[in-house]
């Protein structure tokens, strides 16, 4: 089968839903799971905010969710997905199970993150009389920016794969391509152009962010 006979303009195609499957989940899955990571981690035993009943349920929801395989996900939400976005196939119907699927994964790279911020600083802010918005807003997140970068980078690229298998239920993207054109056409040169494509996505990704966590701890 010759070179030409690829077809460039579909795999362009399933290359920019990628990106955007990629660039939507993302953009909801840090905000949420920064959110849920910081309340996981204010509620655990000896934080300001503790409270070990709501510190448990939230861990168990986010344990839970990180447990179950993105397949299975995406199949057992598609109630909700039709709900939120009216239809649970296509690119459309792809991003309320990436953002499910990732936002609790982010959750708890943002709690590992803020463990590693050394307690004296709180103390000293919290003996300044810094009230505690700005305690989370001034010392937490800043003190644990270049772990929540490494986080976010791991979560995307966990996004990549994740929007490779929602070709399994159409989801569209080159995980889709791979599927209809690359196994059920029986076109390796498809599946070959699809995996390289992902794979530097993937290198790219990383790149970014390990530059950008590098340049952040120089300047901390």
Do not use: H
Request: no cysteine.
């Amino acid at each position: 089968m010759s070179y030409d006979e690829i077809p460039w303009p579909i795999i362009w195609q399933a290359a920019r839903e990628t990106l955007v499957m990629l660039g939507a989940s993302l953009a909801l899955s840090v905000p949420i799971g920064l959110v849920i990571g910081v309340l996981v981690f204010l509620t655990s035993p000896g934080q300001f905010w503790q409270q070990i009943w709501v510190n448990r349920l939230l861990s168990l929801i986010v344990n839970v969710t990180r447990s179950v395989p993105f397949v299975i996900m995406m199949i057992y939400v598609m109630p909700i997905t039709r709900w939120l976005v009216g239809t649970s196939i296509g690119m459309k119907g792809a991003i309320p199970p990436l953002v499910i699927a990732a936002a609790p994964f982010f959750a708890r790279m943002t709690e590992i993150a803020l463990r590693e911020v050394d307690r004296g600083v709180i103390e000293a802010a919290e003996a300044m009389g810094t009230p505690r918005l700005l305690i989370i807003w001034r010392v937490l997140l800043r003190e644990a920016r270049t772990g929540l970068i490494a986080g976010v980078t791991v979560t995307a690229v966990n996004l990549v794969s994740y929007t490779a298998m929602s070709g399994v239920i159409g989801g569209g993207g080159l995980g889709d391509l791979a599927i209809r054109y690359g196994y059920q056409r029986f076109r390796p040169d498809v599946m070959l152009v699809t995996v390289v494509l992902l794979v530097i996505l993937v290198q790219l990704l990383q790149s970014f962010g390990d530059r950008l966590v590098q340049r952040l701890s120089r300047n901390q």
